[in-house]
Structure formats: C-alpha cells, structure tokens
C-alpha cells in the first residue's frame, strides 16, 4: 500500500480478543490503525495491546455515548470501520438484559448514523453473530437460516444485524460478519475454552484454581455443542468482506461442532493427563489419577441454552476465498501451550 495513501482502518473494541488480533492484521496490510478503547480505573485492561503502543493510535469511546462516537469518527475520518465492541458475555446478558441491548444494539445504530452523517464512503463491519441462530432446526446454519435468538445478547446482536442490512440498503457500503465462536491464548477468561485451558494447566501444576481457589474446577452444561474456530483465522475474513465490490453478510466457521465435554478430553489428552468421568447430571465429576478435578456447579448453566451450532462457511470459502486454517485440535494445542508457559513462568 503507498505510504501517502494509507487506508484508515477504525477498530472499537480494540483491548479485546478480536481487537487484538485485527489491528496486527492491519498493521501488516499498512493500514493506519485507530484503536477505540473505554474508560477504566486502571491500565490492566490494555494488556492484550501493550505491544501496540506506538504502532497504532489509541482513541478513548463509549458506545453507549453518541457524543463520544461523534468525536471518534470526526477525529479518525476512517476509511473503514470494524465494530468489534459489545458486552459479549451471554451469560452476563440475563442479568444485563438492558445494558447489553443498549451496547450491542443501540451502539450500532448509533454508528451508523454517524457515518450516514460524517463519513458515507465509509465502510462498515459489524460483529454478528451465531448465537443469533438459537436453537434453530436447520443444521448446519447457513446465510439463509432463519434466526431465532434465545438470550438477550442473541435478540442485541439480531437487532444490531438489522441495522446493518437497513444501512445496506441506503447505500452504505455496511457487512455483518455471522462469526461462530473463536477463540485463542488472547481470549477472556470467562469464556468456556479459555477458562477450561487455564484451569487445566493449574491442574497439571497443583496449582489451586483461579476462581475457586480449590483443586477442582467448576463447570456448567458440558453437552452444549459449539463450531470453535481460532481467533486469528477469523480477522482475515472480516477483513476480506470489506474488500468485496458489493457488501454482503458471510457465515465465518469451521463447519465441525465439539461438545464442551470433548474440549475438556481433549485438553487433558494434550497435557498427557487422564481423565474419567463418573456420575450423571449436576452430580457428575471428572477424575484423574484418583481425584476429582471437575465438578458442575449450576450457577454456570443459562436461563436458555443453545444446544448445538455448527456453521456452514461455503459461500465465504467460495466468494472471499477464506477458509479456516486451525482445526480443533491444533486450537485446544495453541492454547493449552499458551497457557502453560504463562503459569509456569509465574509458578
Ligand atoms: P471481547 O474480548 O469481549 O472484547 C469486547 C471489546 O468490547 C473489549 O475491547 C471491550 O472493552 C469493548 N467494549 C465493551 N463494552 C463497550 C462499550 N460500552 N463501549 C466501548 N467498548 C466496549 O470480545 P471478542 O471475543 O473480541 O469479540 C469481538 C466482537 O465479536 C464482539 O462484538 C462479540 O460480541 C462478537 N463475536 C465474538 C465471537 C467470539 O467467539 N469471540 C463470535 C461472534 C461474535 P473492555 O476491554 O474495556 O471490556
Ligand atoms: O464460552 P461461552 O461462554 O461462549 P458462548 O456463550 O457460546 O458465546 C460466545 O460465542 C458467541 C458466538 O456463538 C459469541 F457471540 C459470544 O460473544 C461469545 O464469544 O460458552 C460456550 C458454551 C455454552 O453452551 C455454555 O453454557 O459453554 C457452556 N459452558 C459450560 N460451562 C460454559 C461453562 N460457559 C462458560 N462461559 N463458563 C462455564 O463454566
């Protein structure tokens, strides 16, 4: 790319998985790269980019606050736009049915108009989502599949999805990127593949769990079935929709499921643990070498569960010429190794 004709490319949500992961994308395809992060008591928050200061530019805004978009845009003029924040907990979202519409939807439309307003040549990529699917019937899910979202954050992102089309058809060149869960050594550790990597690395050390502070770590539906894909795979094809002459909405996964309970075989195979499982329902454990290290703890299931999600990435594969490059066991490897070092280093 000439260095006078930099594309400028806007992330929100930079300090988060995603975040980090793209604006290294990028960085390496010459962008000049802006960074939106929110306010917070500390600098903690900033770690998954501390390696970014200097390379791109840091800008501080609030989703929820149209006056600090306002400024964002007039500030950044960007070329591109990449809406990478929400409040992206499921769980979190029952208890937070209100905050997280506001975010998550409220926050898009809010965008949009600004762009509409600020920078109409823009062009714009929206952080949907498969959880917008629910429990639907049709399996695997495709770009044609109905949605029928069953949590709060779901009926958020589907609204925000919404949004993007209706920009769509107004003329702003606006894309809604339905991604399945994604994950690496960078991914927060309340979501389940991260905190079952962490968890059983604190394991293989004796070390006492991070939450609980005991031997054995709590989990929630281990049959809830995902697509996990890896993180690093998934910001090339968010990248690759802006690209395209027209905009449109792609499918992003991997096209295989894995239920919570193989993550959790898997990533004792990868540490050369054993594991067996006794016991049904919420008294069910998983054991190795005589001692219980899993337990259920209830607190962990939802008000409403999707059950399984398994994504069709055809016409990405066929019109963007994505395709996933990790596959699960690599991404259980990636992250199990991740995290050993981390705490071994600490221990
Ligand atoms: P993440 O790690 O939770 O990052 C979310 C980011 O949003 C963080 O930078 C967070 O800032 C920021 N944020 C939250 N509320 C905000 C607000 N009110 N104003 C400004 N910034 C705010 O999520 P991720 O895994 O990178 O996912 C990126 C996006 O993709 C999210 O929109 C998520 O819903 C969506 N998505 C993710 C997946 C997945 O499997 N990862 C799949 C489909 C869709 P703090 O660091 O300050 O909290
Ligand atoms: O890791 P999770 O919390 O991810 P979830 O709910 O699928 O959402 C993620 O993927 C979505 C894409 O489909 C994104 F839109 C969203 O932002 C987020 O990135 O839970 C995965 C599964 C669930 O079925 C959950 O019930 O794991 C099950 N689970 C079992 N025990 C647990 C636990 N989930 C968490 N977080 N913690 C547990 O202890």
Redesign the pocket.
Known sequence: MDKEKKKIALITGITGQDGSYLARFLLNKGYEVWGMYRRSSGDSHLERVEDLKGKINFIMGELSDYSSLYKVIKEVMPDEIYNLAAQ????VSFDQPLYTKEVNWFGVERILDLVKEIVPHARVYQAS???MFGNVVQSPQNEETPFAPVSPYGEAKLKAHEAINRAKKEGIFACGGVL??HESPKRGI????R?ITEGIVRIKLGLPQRETGKNFME????D?K?DWGFAGDYVEAMWLMLQQDKPKNYVIATGETHS?REFVEEAFKTLDLPLTWEGEGINEVGKSQGEIVIKINPH?F?PN??NK?IGDPSKAINELGWKPKTDFKELVKIMIESDFTKLKKDF
């Open positions: 992206s907990q499921v769980r989502t498969s959880e399945f869960n309340e979501f389940v593949t905190k989990l929630g539906n281990l809830a995902r919570v962990f939802r569960e999707i999600l």
